[in-house]
């Protein structure tokens, strides 16, 4: 089956920008999550999703925004982006087995 | 004082070594996984485990609730174990979903 699929793969924005990233999850998953890991800070976690529903949240700004759409694709958006957002950006879907995490998107901001 | 701590940090092991990195947490969880990531970014979750011990192939896994400790042993170890390796724990919020706290990781190098 296919995996979890992220687009793009690299993007480069310059500050004051916004950016949209796209997650497909593993059809039937119902649960999205996003991850942020840079080098200093590692691996953090932005926000869930369930069935079109945030269901938990990171410690991370207002900035950070998510949504899922009916067919479980979700998008995660950064608004008025800063130096400190470039990172790889990684979404998992879920099911009762565990995590399947997509290859990532790496944002780079100039 | 890090949530889940990893050690080592990083580990370098010659080919056929038998190879252990050690997770501990300071929260209650539901959930602990054990990741691996490659250069180039790609995570792939090895095991997810609540209790007792997990075994895939040349790789074991264990957990011990009561000491909050975790365990992942890799056996006759190649060049191609090379990744860094990740504990991540599914915090317990009074039984709902939580978040997933990660640790540091340990960067393994296997040497031929």
């Known amino acids: 089956k296919a995996g979890v699929t992220q687009t793009p793969r690299y993007l480069i924005k310059t500050r004051g920008q916004q950016v949209t990233l796209s997650c497909s999850p593993i059809?039937?998953?119902?649960?999205v999550s996003w991850y942020q890991q840079t080098p200093g800070q590692g691996l953090q976690f932005l926000f869930e999703y369930f069935s079109e529903t945030q269901r938990n949240k990171g410690n991370f700004p207002g900035r950070f925004s998510g949504r899922q759409f009916s067919n479980s694709r979700s998008e995660m958006n950064v608004s008025t982006l800063e130096l400190g957002d470039s990172a790889l950006y990684l979404c998992a879907s879920t099911d009762t087995y565990g995590y399947t995490f997509g290859s990532g998107t790496r944002l780079t901001v100039v | 004082k890090n949530e889940v701590e990893q050690s080592p940090q990083n580990l370098t092991a010659q080919e056929g070594e038998f190879i252990t990195i050690n997770c501990s947490y300071s929260?209650?969880?539901?959930?602990l996984h054990w990741l691996q990531q490659h250069p180039g970014g790609g995570i792939v979750s090895l095991f997810m485990l609540s209790s007792g011990k997990k075994k895939h192939g040349r790789l074991i896994a264990t957990i011990n609730i009561q000491e909050k400790h975790s365990s992942l042993h890799i056996t006759a170890s190649h060049p191609r174990d090379s990744a860094v390796y990740i504990c991540a724990v599914f915090m317990n919020y009074g039984g709902s979903q939580g978040n997933l706290i990660f640790g540091k990781g340990t960067k393994l190098s296997v040497k031929p």
């Open positions: 929260v209650g969880i539901s959930a």
């Open positions: 059809s039937g998953h119902r649960s």
